[in-house]
């Protein structure tokens, strides 16, 4: 898995960013129905009752931040009842609709080919098993929404699946990149979608904690509104740390260090951080060359070089919060995690770094 020394030549992001999302009229708080701007008011959509495990179709607003737009030609997957194989035939049928999504830079509107949402849902319900097969209110899940393989890195994002939550059975609450900008929303999502975000493949990585710690979290996620712990400034190469910026993974990393078990009350990004640091967490390390920086195109809204110092801007090695270096901190700090690994839709012997 590496060391937070260890270097990479960075040729696009270690963090996953929304492409699919555009910003909307919020309803009353977690759960409220808000509508997105241009969307028909307070629709629900279609109504289908097979996908409880699957969790909400719908994105749904976390703490004062944004929610997913889902298109009403979509098929809704929000109504709660329990699901079997045979409903998962149903689901193959329904997957045939268009789904729209919101991609590209400026969010533009785009329908999700049928493969891939069926591939989404294997995958989701791949996941909902393995969950359900473990007495634990939470646990992270990782995907693959970029290619780092020439980085050494194999996740890009995660986000905690969670349990019984107001969304729906496994609702998964994580921070996106909207659309490329220098802004950052908590979304609440269900598995399919999470699974659907225009990934590079469906490999997917669940890592459950410690139970003093799983209960701990869950509680957090379920009020999140009271204490997000989240800056909506965002920086696709976010230091470490920082007061100013933050990205989806160091998002992930301060949550989980500030529900530690032996911690109190946490409600400062910056002593969350420190939390994790004392418990052993470094960050990996990954090069950005100047030229690279200058002739790479790697300038815009969600990129912000200047939140780390001048001698790492100078050096080119630049210290980031990646899912290994997460999956790395948990593994060494809480003996009693688990993790289950999936690539190709296979399920792994023993998982890799990350």
């Known amino acids: 898995m590496g060391h937070g020394g260890r270097r990479q030549r960075w040729r696009g992001g270690i963090d996953d960013f929304s492409r699919r999302r555009r910003r909307f009229r919020v309803g009353a708080g977690l759960g409220g129905d808000g509508a997105c701007a241009g969307d028909r008011r307070g629709h629900r959509g279609g109504g289908d009752r097979g996908f409880d495990r699957l969790g909400a179709q719908r994105g749904r607003r976390v703490a004062l931040l944004r929610r997913e737009c889902v298109d009403p030609a979509a098929p809704s997957f929000a109504t709660p009842i329990a699901v079997n194989r045979e409903t998962f035939c149903l689901c193959l049928v329904l997957l045939l609709w268009p789904v729209h999504a919101f991609a590209g830079a400026n969010c533009e509107a785009t329908a999700v080919p049928a493969h891939k949402v069926a591939a989404a849902a294997s995958t989701a319900l791949r996941t909902v098993d393995a969950l359900d097969a473990r007495n634990a209110p939470v646990a992270l899940v990782a995907r693959v929404g970029r290619d780092l393989s020439e980085h050494g890195l194999v996740y890009s994002h995660a986000g905690f699946a969670v349990r019984d939550h107001p969304a729906g059975r496994w609702t998964v609450v994580h921070l996106l990149n909207e659309c490329g900008s220098a802004r950052a929303g908590l979304y609440a999502q ?23 710690h799983a209960q701990r979290l869950a509680l957090h996620l379920l009020a999140v509104e009271s204490n997000p712990l989240f800056q909506p400034k965002y920086n696709l190469i976010a230091r470490p740390g920082s007061r100013e910026y933050q990205n989806s993974t160091a998002w992930v990393l301060e949550t989980l260090a500030a529900t530690l078990p032996t911690t109190g009350t946490v409600r400062d990004r910056q002593r969350a951080h420190a939390l994790a640091v004392q418990a052993g967490f470094r960050p990996d390390t990954i090069r950005i060359p100047y030229a690279q920086r200058v002739l790479g195109g790697l300038f ?14 100078l050096s080119g090695e630049y210290p980031v919060v990646t899912v290994r270096s997460i999956l790395r901190w948990v593994a060494s ?3 009693q995690s688990t993790q289950m690994e999936w690539r190709g839709g296979v399920l792994m012997a023993e998982p890799g770094p990350g």
Do not use: E, Y
């Not at 990934?199 to 003093?212: C, E, G, K, S």
């Not at 815009?300 to 939140?307: E, K, P, R, Y």
């Open 190 to 212: 269900g598995l399919v979608n999470f699974f659907s975000d225009d990934l590079v493949n469906q490999d997917a990585r669940i890592t459950w904690l410690a139970p003093a």
């Open 333 to 335: 700090n809480d003996p």
């Open 300 to 313: 815009g809204s969600n990129v912000a070089f200047t939140d780390h110092g001048i001698s790492t801007r």
